[in-house]
């Protein structure tokens, strides 16, 4: 399709499908000698769609939780959402993240006849949507659409409460116009900081330049960023030290190991 990057659209965890309770989640922190162990070093996990199954089996000991909203794409919904969410919200805390957030899968597919796209609509910064355009307009009216979907009609109570992470990755449909693209995570953050609800941004730097280029002014600028990448637990920290994707915070890093997302608190 033309101007149009397509991809199957994969969760965080596309891949990461857990065939039985984690039993590494509960923190630890190898190493050091004396008497005294160190203290432990808490950790998080993060699940969605592909964790969903007859037999579903989610990892134990999580400090934290962050769960996906859709079923691989930004349009539908996990089907195990309320058992995730409701597993999140018994983590253990004692980090500085929620005990359960969310995250939702971001993609701008343009005016290629999808049945979500506008075909009007106002947009505070980029003027009115008309006819369904392949513009910012139109873009930004779009991200503001699924995130106020995926806030009211996805199943979550009280969405204000949970700090929403848009994922961003180009495994989604994008355009090659990074201008419309931005526009569209600028639509989806003003719709979630509308109802007083927090956003971050999940990316690595390269994705994030690729999807929305330099953008890093309005509603983007500043925002968390959760960072992935890493192999392991030390190297996750390391990347607690990079740099957010919009001049904001790296406030949680992410890393894999035996096919389980684990996440750190950098906060």
């Not at 101007?3 to 309770?21: D, E, F």
């Not at 134990?60 to 996906?68: H, K, L, N, W």
């Not at 392949?134 to 969405?159: E, K």
């Not at 989604?172 to 693209?181: F, V, Y």
Request: aromatic share 8%.
């Amino acid at each position: 399709m033309k101007n149009t990057l397509k991809a199957i659209v994969l969760g965080l965890a596309s891949s990461l499908i857990i065939a039985a309770p984690a039993a590494a989640a509960k923190p630890t922190n190898p190493g050091g000698g004396g008497s005294t162990p160190p203290p432990a070093v808490l950790t998080g996990n993060d699940v969605s769609w592909p964790q969903c199954s007859k037999h579903m089996t989610l990892p134990s000991g999580q400090a934290f939780g962050i769960v996906g909203v859709n079923g691989g794409l930004a349009n539908n919904t996990n089907a195990c959402l309320a058992q995730e969410l409701s597993w999140a919200n018994a983590s253990s805390g004692g980090t500085g993240q929620d005990k359960a957030a969310l995250y939702v899968n971001t993609a701008n597919p343009g005016n290629l006849g999808v049945a979500d796209w506008p075909k009007s609509g106002t947009s505070a910064k980029y003027g009115d949507c008309v006819n369904g355009a392949d513009n910012q307009a139109c873009a930004y009216v779009y991200g503001w659409n699924m995130a106020q979907l995926d806030a009211t009609s996805r199943g979550v109570a009280n969405p204000a409460s949970y700090k929403w992470w848009l994922d961003v990755e180009t495994g989604n449909s994008w355009e090659t116009n990074t201008a419309n693209n931005s526009a569209d995570l600028e639509g989806m953050t003003d719709y979630f900081q509308s109802i007083n609800a927090r956003v971050g941004l999940y990316s690595t730097s390269y994705q994030w330049g690729q999807i929305a280029g330099n953008a890093s002014s309005g509603s983007l600028l500043g925002l968390d960023s959760w960072l992935p990448g890493a192999s392991n637990l030390s190297s996750a920290q390391a990347n607690c030290s990079q740099r957010a994707l919009t001049g904001g915070k790296v406030t949680v890093t992410q890393y894999v190991s035996k096919q389980i997302d684990y996440d750190y608190s950098c906060v």
